[in-house]
């Protein structure tokens, strides 16, 4: 049986997180998993389903679209929001609008973002490199969600490279800092989403902290979740690409991390996962209101969906450009409901991968010295898509 984990004011007795992902994980798809996890165990919450990443300033300055972001999943029992910035005051304000404004009952910051556009800028995972920075950030975010009893979390990689590695400033500078947890995605920025999960690195940063650590990286499976936890000694487990397509995934992970042991239903067959789509449809247009923006959200998620399974090339692209429910519906009766699940994509990586980053992009000269130089400031306030 795993140990229930106490995040702040949290109490979660299902260890499981869905990690943020820039345009999937909006209310519908939060709900989606939720669902699944909460049909799987008796126990409430059923894990923590983290809104998508949001910049630290759209929140401060209370830009529309950017509050539309933060819509929330009204069943969930803990509204976890994740924060992205490099301004420690703007951080500290976005946190204080978010919990007095919007209700948020969960801040993660984001230092693991690997996209150069965020990275450039000295954002993201390249952001530790620079200790004095990192510890402003983390003192002041805890700060502004104190009286909102809010708990704040960091999720942060291995480091920029093999030679620059932060993990360790990171656990020490937010152990001090009040931060309630940190969730290492076992990766360095240069990495990206390439190559295997270091699974060591987060055993060393379990032994080298006192708070809880969450390990994320290369859980496809359930019985992927149980061998993280064996294996590192972390609290939790959060997964974001394993989940891409297989919503029923947080059922899997909270049936097994509740029990201890991978004693999950059978997989969904085909027809299985078309209702799955056909929900996940509804959702979407509840959250956005109409149909039409419905379903060009929608239509990423068909390739995940599908993957693996004998749907014609034409079906597929028709599937990726559906308009409504009801065509929907008319292409999923094309499809053969009892085809079972494709066992050849079972701890099969999901979504993006690539190579390492050949070059790492960063602000001039960011890796002279570990402190942050005042008369070159850094500022990240654009789109990104995941750490």
């Known amino acids: 049986m795993t140990t229930a984990l106490n995040l702040g004011s949290i109490h979660l007795p299902v260890p499981v997180f869905l990690a943020p992902m820039a ?16 049909s799987g165990v008796e126990v409430r919450p059923a894990g923590v389903f983290t809104c ?23 069943g969930d029992r803990v509204f976890s929001v994740q924060l992205y910035g490099t301004d420690p005051d703007v951080v500290a304000r976005a946190i204080t609008v978010a919990c007095g404004e919007h209700g948020v009952t969960h801040v993660d910051l984001n230092f693991g973002c690997p996209v150069p556009k965020v990275t450039r800028r000295g954002g993201g995972g390249v952001l530790p490199w620079k200790r004095d920075r990192f510890a402003q950030i983390v003192t002041e975010a805890t700060a502004s969600a104190a009286p909102y009893n809010v708990p704040v979390t960091v999720k942060t990689r291995i480091g920029i490279d093999d030679d620059h590695v932060t993990m360790f400033d990171v656990g020490r500078i937010a152990e001090q800092a009040g931060i309630a947890g940190i969730t290492l995605h076992a990766r360095t920025v240069e990495q990206a989403y390439s190559g295997q999960a270091r699974w060591s690195a987060i055993a060393e940063l379990v032994q080298a902290v006192s708070i809880p650590v969450i390990g ?33 995934l947080f059922r899997d992970l909270a049936i097994a991390v509740a029990k201890g042991r991978a004693e999950v239903p059978a997989l969904p067959d085909l027809g299985q996962v078309c209702a799955m789509v056909r929900r996940h449809g509804e959702l979407l247009i509840e959250h956005f209101g109409d149909e039409r923006h419905a379903m060009a959200d929608l239509r990423k998620h068909m390739a995940w969906y599908f993957k693996g399974f004998a749907v014609g090339g034409d079906l597929r692209r028709d599937l990726g450009m559906v308009a409504s429910l009801d065509q929907i519906d ?39 010295s570990r402190t942050l130089d005042s008369d070159a400031p850094i500022d990240v306030e654009s789109d990104a898509v995941g750490g």
């Open 23 to 38: 345009g999937v994980t909006n209310s519908a798809y939060r709900r989606l998993c939720r669902e699944q996890a909460e």
């Open 52 to 74: 998508e990443m949001i910049t630290a300033r759209g929140v401060a300055d209370r830009i529309a679209k950017t509050g539309a972001m933060m819509a929330p999943d009204t």
């Open 216 to 248: 994320n990286g290369d859980i496809w499976e359930a019985s992927d979740a149980l061998a993280m936890l064996e294996q590192t000694g972390c609290a939790g487990v959060s997964v974001g690409r394993g989940a891409l397509g297989r919503p029923w």
């Open 330 to 368: 008319e292409l999923m009766s094309r499809l053969d409901p009892a085809e079972p699940f494709p066992a050849h994509e079972l701890h099969a990586p999901r979504g993006r991968q690539g190579a390492p980053r050949a070059r790492i992009a960063m602000p001039h000269r960011w890796l002279d």
